[in-house]
């Protein structure tokens, strides 16, 4: 197991196209979190899962969001109607302690 | 509501040189842990190093360390005989617990750090 693995690396979409995105986390961590970073900030919070379960969502989640981790595997990211606005880095961690982060998945909303 | 600021946008640096990266943070909490995360091209963030609150004692981490003040809520990174392969953004941040036992990381906004040849 080499790492938190996220795909697609990049996304080109156009606005009010749906999107989703794949997060494969270390095998053996139970907690998975999605963060986004837009460009020139640091990583804000979306949501957080305990194996299955998703326990935590921010704000920053809007109704046009879902986040869902089917048998405390992997995780999906999906955006619906995408806006220019959604344009960022979306990240993927995955802890037992320590945070691992994968390489993002960085979204482009043309 | 926790909060980082990262004050110094940019810094740039000659190879061998020390730098420093300011952080300060506001939290009510008394336990906590704060850490220093790079971000170079790649993308992936990486830890630098982590420092728990109830410790006095500054962490360091072979060429990195930390100066945490924390009736000042500050918690300043130093590089000392700077690599080329430090060249990256770095963020503060701050471990808020969120629920069982999970955490979220609060980052600051970032420092854009060169090491010049």
């Known amino acids: 197991d080499t790492g938190v693995s996220q795909d697609p690396r990049h996304k080109i979409t156009k606005r009010g196209q749906n999107v989703t995105f794949r997060c494969d986390p270390i095998?053996?961590?139970?907690?998975l979190y999605w963060y986004r970073q837009t460009l020139g900030q640091g990583p804000e919070f979306l949501t957080y899962?305990?194996?299955?379960?998703?326990?935590?969502k921010s704000r920053l989640l809007s109704d046009r969001f879902s986040a869902e981790r089917p048998k405390g595997s992997f995780s999906t990211l999906e955006i619906q109607r995408t806006e220019q606005g959604d344009s960022a880095m979306y990240l993927c961690?995955?802890?037992?302690?320590?945070?691992?982060f994968g390489s993002g998945t960085r979204l482009t909303v043309v | 509501a926790q909060t980082v600021t990262q004050s110094q946008p940019e810094m740039s640096v000659q190879e061998a040189e020390t730098v420093t990266l300011s952080c300060t943070y506001d939290?009510?909490?008394?336990?906590?842990?704060l850490f220093w995360y790079k971000q170079p091209p790649s993308r992936q963030m990486i830890l630098v190093i982590r420092?728990?609150?109830?410790?006095?004692q500054n962490a360091t981490e072979n060429r990195f360390s930390v100066n945490f003040q924390k009736a000042a809520k500050s918690f300043s990174l130093k590089i000392s005989d700077s690599q080329l392969g430090d060249t990256a953004m770095y963020f503060c941040?701050?471990?808020?617990?969120?629920?069982?036992?999970?955490?979220?990381?609060?980052f600051g906004q970032g420092t854009r750090l060169t090491i010049n040849p």
């Open positions: 420092q728990e609150a109830y410790k006095q």
């Open positions: 899962f305990q194996n299955e379960a998703q326990l935590e």
């Open positions: 941040a701050f471990m808020k617990y969120i629920i069982q036992g999970a955490q979220k990381l609060v």
């Open positions: 939290t009510s909490e008394n336990n906590y842990y």
């Open positions: 095998s053996e961590h139970n907690r």
């Open positions: 961690a995955s802890s037992l302690a320590d945070y691992t």
